[in-house]
């Protein structure tokens, strides 16, 4: 079964940065031609998007909440490792970050934004951003 890991949450003050990364994990497991995206989550509420990338790095997206502040890459020689920068964090921005993988590609980036079209997800690393 395939797994992802996130890693990189921790506590930061605002107007700071953190950098999240997300593996593969498992020894066929790989998502090199998968889609992926971040997504963060606060008690109570739904799974809010946050970024998607092709399986390519060619397109990106996120979401306007974030734009300007954070960027998503991947680096396919590195155990397909998919990052999300994220700088001057607010307190607002405090949640679980996840990431997911799509076994098959999406159509069109919109897709990314529904975490139902996800089939595989990590367990999420926390954020807090303390003002």
């Known amino acids: 079964q395939g797994q992802l890991v996130e890693s990189g949450g921790g506590l930061v003050q605002a107007g700071g940065s953190l950098r999240l990364s997300c593996a593969a994990s498992g020894r066929t497991f790989s998502t090199y031609d998968m889609d992926m995206g971040w997504f963060r989550q606060v008690p109570g509420k739904e799974r809010e998007f946050v970024a998607g990338?092709?399986?390519?790095?060619?397109?990106?997206?996120v979401a306007d909440s974030v734009k300007g502040r954070f960027t998503i890459s991947r680096d396919n020689n590195a155990r397909n490792t998919v990052y999300l920068q994220m700088k001057s964090l607010r307190p607002e921005d405090t949640a679980v970050y996840y990431c997911?993988?799509?076994?098959?590609?999406?159509?069109?980036?919109?897709?990314?934004?529904?975490?139902?079209?996800?089939?595989?997800w990590g367990q999420g690393t926390q954020v807090t951003v303390s003002s």
């Open positions: 990338i092709r399986w390519n790095g060619a397109n990106t997206d």
């Open positions: 997911g993988a799509m076994a098959a590609a999406a159509v069109t980036t919109a897709q990314w934004a529904s975490a139902g079209n996800y089939d595989y």
